[in-house]
């Protein structure tokens, strides 16, 4: 501490070695960037008129009446499944560690050296089970202390913030929760900075990064500071930046162009596990999406990181740039790079291209670009289906949202892993200005042709399919001869597709597995928002009370006789507002009827005298 707290201009740093320089700056910034809360000298006790209580799953918070920091109920779906990814995944990450322990122990037991061999039972009594998670942005400390008391074999929970307020809450929440600080530590600090220096002693093993906006501002330092296996949980709600509005915002943030494309959101998901595999390159990490999900107003990820600079290597080819044509909105992807196996030697060589030409060979419309995306699988089949089974063997009062975790992961089962983005079935029928065939079937016609097709979790109703783009054009243009009843205009992206006959004839009677088994089964898969306005709430308000004596307060009492402050609703203000508009303008039109009649009369006694 003296050493962090010495001045680098001494001439004992000076003359210290740049080794020792460099421990006495990290040093400092660790005392700078990560402070555990100090304790309150007495523990007052709570008034919980001043709070409204909050209970969701195992946990109870205090909730600030005037909103000193951040708490959005509609997410509850986000927490429950987080909890049932960590715990899932802790079992996974518990058999792994322990199973490399014996195998270590193993090879120390074979050794010759008696004392080396010696070491081995002391890997195998060591604790493989417990788990330490990092809560990056906890505010009131509610995911926290639902990790502490619902998921099995946690050590250690740190519940970061960096606000004053919401450390405070999150103490005031893990006392009346009734937990030790030992297992969930209130931590004041820069969330980039705790885990960055972090990285350098015990690794975290789960890291939940949930910021309002994006997590671009935390992703190099989690997967840094993640351990070796290591899961991280993102999530970002800047979802108009991710589907197409501001392709240079997504640029400048994810290192992507968005686009306005209708696979939008399963988009977003791949820019935004583009941007954290970049990261993880930089560091010769690699990443393996376990789920990633588009809910809502956000979306979720949850990867696994590891360390190997062999694999970092094959992170060009894990990419890919998406063509979309701007008249049908057809789809091709180019990857970025390749592998190629000479002779037992792996050569990673850059991609060759263009995937397509210059127009569009379906409308003859020009092509926008954009990405580069993450191309490869987004959810990893094993784990989603031990989640399932988790989720469905969980006791019914586990999750408030079980059903809608139910629902949604059997589309996820359900998707091809394999084939990136979506066409719509809205989409299709509106380029072609004709009636949209069911999903039953656009499927059949599919599937009858040969090929693989699933919807997206996504969007509902989506169609993501092997087939090339070709057939499916083909299989619209035999729904439209089948069915009649389009209306194109010469010179238009529809006029340029029917003016070719179908290559393949599509036959639209169901066919077995042309009916999802999760809507056969009647799961919630795409349930309706619960209330209306369903999405982000307000940021936290900080508010500052005036000091005493100040010109603030004075005018605070001048305008508040009594010392209380006016509770007047918004709904309060806006009738208010809308009476004085009312008034002003009747005023106004009984000024301009008084104009009128003056001149009225005026030309009446001027017709008089003329005459």
Known sequence: AAA???PTTSTAFAAASP???????????????????????????LNEADFNIVREGKAAILFPRNNEVFYNPVQEFNRDLTIAVIQTFQQIYAEERRA?????AARRQASSSEAYAATASELLEKDHSSITILEALSATGLRAIRF??????????????????AVEAIRRNVRYNGLDESLVLPNYGDASLVM??????EPFDVIDIDPYGTATPFLDAAVKSVANGGLVCITCTDMAILAGNNSETCFAKYGSM???????????LRIVLASVMSHASRHQKYIVPLISLSIDFYVRLFVRVFSSAAEAKRAASKLSAVYQCVGCESLALQPLG???VDNGNTKYKPGTGPCVDSLCPHCGRTHQLGGPIYSEPIHDAKFVAALQAFVEKSPPDAFKTSKRMIGRLAVVSEELPDVPLYYQLGGLSGTLHCRTPSLIQMRSALLKLGYRVSISHACANSVKTDAPVAVIWDVMRSWIM???GNNVKPFTPAAAILAKLPKVKAEFEEVEGANPRSRREGKARFPENPTANWGPKARAKLTKKPAEGSEQEAKRQRAEPDGEAAAVSLTDKRAQNQGRRKQKRMQEEEEQKRKASGDNNNGEGAADDKQ
């Open 4 to 6: 962090a707290a010495a």
């Open 19 to 45: 080794l020792v320089r460099r421990q006495i700056h990290r040093m400092a910034s660790a005392a700078t960037a990560s402070t555990p809360a100090p304790a309150p000298a007495a523990s007052a006790p």
């Open 196 to 201: 960055y220096n972090r990285s350098a002693e």
């Open 100 to 104: 490399k322990a014996e195998a270590k």
């Open 258 to 268: 968005s686009l306005k494309s209708r696979a939008c959101h399963e988009m977003a």
């Open 338 to 340: 390749k592998i190629s």
């Open 482 to 484: 089948a069915c009649g």
């Open 148 to 165: 502490a008391k619902e998921i099995k074999g946690v050590k250690q929970v740190v519940a970061n913030d960096f606000s004053h307020d």
